[in-house]
DNA sequence: CAGTAATCGAGACGGTACGTCCCGTCTTTAT
DNA sequence: ATAAAGACGGGACGTACCGTCTCGATTACTG
């Protein structure tokens, strides 16, 4: 994330950095990601495409890692729908997110990020924070169920979380399978029961 | 995985490949992958410390992730518990699983596979058959659960370890954050009472 | 031979080829010549004590053959004395370049292009002219002789180099043998009696 | 040069060596070495062509310098003209010598072993004996002139050997271009005459 | 309006890993 | 003991990518 001249800073001296070079090269990195896959691409490639120089990039980012993860974070977080019950509300925005990691380079870069993380740790805060954008929507739906009564109060909404997504994830990343909307319906609604039923624990 | 001679074959001629080698070469594999992780490890460091040659790492896998995963595939499987009722027979495998990730090479190696695969389906395969191996014991105490009655009988087994390892992986490798028993054997607690409790659906 | 910008050339874009690293490199590459022959030398050590990278080499030599010319391409040419009649300046020319071949890589290089070129056009444009550069003071000493009529006016001066070098040649490189001021002498005095005796042929 | 059983030796026990694996391999290496020249040429190729193993050709000759020096000593000798003038003949035996370095893998093969000499002296007592076996015939013709009057009696044999084949071998090796009978001929008279002037030096 | 400083595209640089190739040796079974 | 087949250790080759650096040319602010 390149530091920018906040509203009252001095405004540092010197041609300021373009705009357009920076989209240009954000938008060149998530294209070529959806068509080559993460290990495939190259920073000289995406320097080509963009009509950028590899200084302008590494200005900006210091590892091809972090310009992923830049790419990547513009795109749009997910939209819970305002209408339904909560089984369909999570449904929904489930649904919204496996077709994100299926038909979008998301899918094909998360688990080489992951992979990276171990030996990155700075890498492993900008992947937590983006982690965290994408998962508050499904956070947002719960308590608002909560708040409605659909689900007992005490809820731990990291632990729903987990128990929501783990298994698309895991089926989509780990197994390399697809996931329709009957299997979301039938993890929403296995999930949503056994809360219920151990709220009281 | 190398081609080696059944039973029946005739014997192919030529000096047969070196099982020595071969176990050398793994088990250098396993200990660097271990002490290094995957992404600096070196083939040349592999053939090194194994005391063979690249040539004789490269006839018997075609690329460095290949020999990874056959050095994982032999790590030694997962052995239920014998004891103890569903829940804690369950938690107790889940817990050997976390582990295997959180204390062992699998944990740093698995994401970059996974990365790997969209673009190589060879790989696919590779690690489809090693992913099924190691769910295989969770699926033993799943069906043995049915068995005795602690679980309806028409549970989807596929879909129940989905919902228990899911979570699981989520929070080790997505999340980068470590698992213990208590997250365990919340999971196991609610995922039993919501299969419990969807059973007639 | 590295195309450079010339003179007037608009200069071409990017950070210019460093001409200390190719410096460098050429000389790391005759010294190592000089020491180890031309099959041990290694490109890696060239690099290595050029402190450069492979890269860098490869950018500017096709292969190592290509560095090899290159690098004794830059030995200094040969200096025709001014002084003596023709019989003595040819043999000074001539047992410069035996000392020539017999003390410094190229006796052990040039057979090794010589072999190559077969099978390489590219490399032998490279030879030729570097052959022609080694051989062309012993033309400017035979046209001098010829010019103070100490040879008859009508000699072919390319046969009546070949007639002086040729025998040298053949016991220094096919025969492996050392070659001396008295053989030298020899042969420019016999190939000089001929050259007078067959002139009006 | 395999070490084989003389006639009177005890017959060393156990199976004898193929001599029709060794022609295969001697045919082979001739064949393969005309057609790719000296560095592309494989001893695993040779193995292949021959229907041999490496092994088998190991057994007979230490390193592939000295398999290929066997394969070309196989080639024909010189047969001197019993016909003819002193120039005439020593014309055509050297023609003799040109067409067999030009048309044959000869050409390609000497400067390699040459290149190589340096550093394999063992390698050099067979380039010798090669070399010298080559050079036979024309001491023989130079002998009869001698013996005939045609030339002066004090003649140094190995000199005028020198002399005559040295331009020629320059011609075709170092400068790589083709010899005519034209050239043979001004290089045989010239040096004829030289050697006549010369002789009471 | 001239000076200064940070930016830009281009591309060379050191370093390092990859996967291929070849040599000469060794280990099988078959003859 | 030798043969064919082919695996083995060793080591060089040439390629590719990363992240840094050096050019000349822009492009804004500053004095």
Redesign the pocket.
């Given at each position: 994330m390149p530091p920018r001249a906040s509203g009252l800073s001095?405004?540092?001296?010197?041609?300021?950095?373009?705009q357009a070079?920076e989209d240009a090269i954000l938008d060149a990195t998530a294209e070529l990601l959806a068509a080559c896959g993460y290990r495939a691409?190259?920073?000289?490639a995406i320097a080509a495409r963009a009509?950028?120089?590899?200084?302008?990039i590494?200005?900006r980012w210091?590892?091809?890692e972090n310009l992923v993860i830049a790419a990547i974070a513009r795109s749009p977080v997910l939209v819970p729908p305002a209408r339904g019950d909560l089984t369909e509300q999570l449904a929904t925005t489930i649904a919204q997110f496996a077709r994100y990691m299926q038909e979008t380079p998301l899918g094909g870069v998360l688990p080489a990020l992951v992979a990276e993380r171990t030996h990155n740790p700075a890498l492993a805060d900008a992947l937590a924070s983006l982690t965290k954008l994408r998962r508050q929507p499904l956070a947002d739906v719960l308590m608002a169920g909560m708040a409605r009564g659909e689900l007992p109060a005490g809820i731990d909404c990291e632990f729903a979380q987990d128990l929501l997504i783990g298994p698309v994830l895991q089926r989509i990343m780990v197994m390399g399978q697809r996931v329709d909307r009957r299997f979301i319906n039938r993890v929403v609604r296995t999930v949503c029961s056994g809360l219920r039923a151990s709220a009281g624990r």
């Open positions: 001095p405004r540092s001296r010197g041609r300021p950095r373009s070079s691409v190259t920073v000289d009509g950028a120089s590899k200084a302008t590494y200005r210091p590892t091809k």
